[in-house]
């Protein structure tokens, strides 16, 4: 998997991100059964940044704390099938590899959340990462059942890391 890291905040957390956002990535990925190697990209922002973004893309006057730009039209939540014949759309033609998206994480907001919360940053961080890659796998959380499926994945990857609430 190649994972390329912005950290335009230059925030610097107790734990190493881009090896804990590694480790949440190919977790999220190794669980959806994904048969390619693949490529995502992670921004670390601010509160500010994040809020132009999601006004800019989405319409919505507010900080949030993770955006997903999904690369991969999914026909159905975790079917890579989708992409097949398809190369040319979704997968780099150097590398080989399925490109599936962008995130962006507000690091102002991780630092937040997880006082909020009463967790660690690290738990906090990768919760928001593999919450983004399970949309980046096609899931959203529109509706009741979709919003539980993705509950239900992310806190099974995060145990099986390790990564638990404190």
């Given at each position: 998997?190649?994972?390329?890291?912005?950290?335009e905040?230059?925030e610097?957390?107790?734990?190493?991100?881009?090896d804990t956002?590694?480790?949440?990535?190919?977790?999220?990925l190794?669980?959806?059964e994904?048969?390619y190697?693949?490529?995502?990209?992670l921004?670390?922002t601010?509160?500010?940044?994040i809020?132009?973004?999601?006004?800019e893309?989405?319409?919505i006057?507010?900080?949030?704390?993770?955006?997903?730009f999904?690369n991969?039209?999914?026909?159905?939540?975790?079917?890579?099938g989708?992409?097949?014949?398809?190369?040319?759309d979704?997968f780099?033609?150097?590398?080989?590899?399925l490109?599936?998206?962008?995130?962006?994480?507000?690091?102002?907001?991780?630092?937040?959340?997880?006082?909020q919360?009463?967790?660690?940053?690290?738990?906090?961080f990768?919760?928001?990462?593999?919450?983004?890659?399970?949309?980046?796998c096609?899931y959203d959380?529109?509706?009741?059942?979709?919003?539980?499926?993705?509950?239900?994945?992310?806190?099974?990857i995060l145990?099986?890391?390790?990564?638990?609430?404190?």
């Open positions: 998997m190649n994972f390329y890291v912005e950290n905040a230059g610097k957390f107790p734990f190493d991100a881009e956002a590694r480790l949440v990535c190919e977790a999220v190794a669980k959806e994904c048969p190697d693949a490529a995502v990209n921004v670390l601010d509160n500010e940044e809020h132009r973004v999601n006004l893309s989405r319409g006057d507010r900080t949030t704390d993770v955006l997903s999904p991969v039209d999914f026909e159905k939540e975790g079917d890579f989708a992409v097949e014949n398809r190369e040319a979704y780099d033609p150097d590398t080989g590899e490109f599936l998206g962008d995130i962006m994480i507000s690091v102002d907001k991780v630092r937040e959340q997880a006082e919360y009463g967790h660690s940053l690290r738990r906090e990768a919760f928001l990462v593999a919450h983004s890659m399970l949309h980046l096609g959380h529109e509706e009741e059942a979709g919003a539980k499926r993705m509950e239900q994945k992310q806190e099974e145990a099986g890391l390790g990564i638990t609430r404190d």
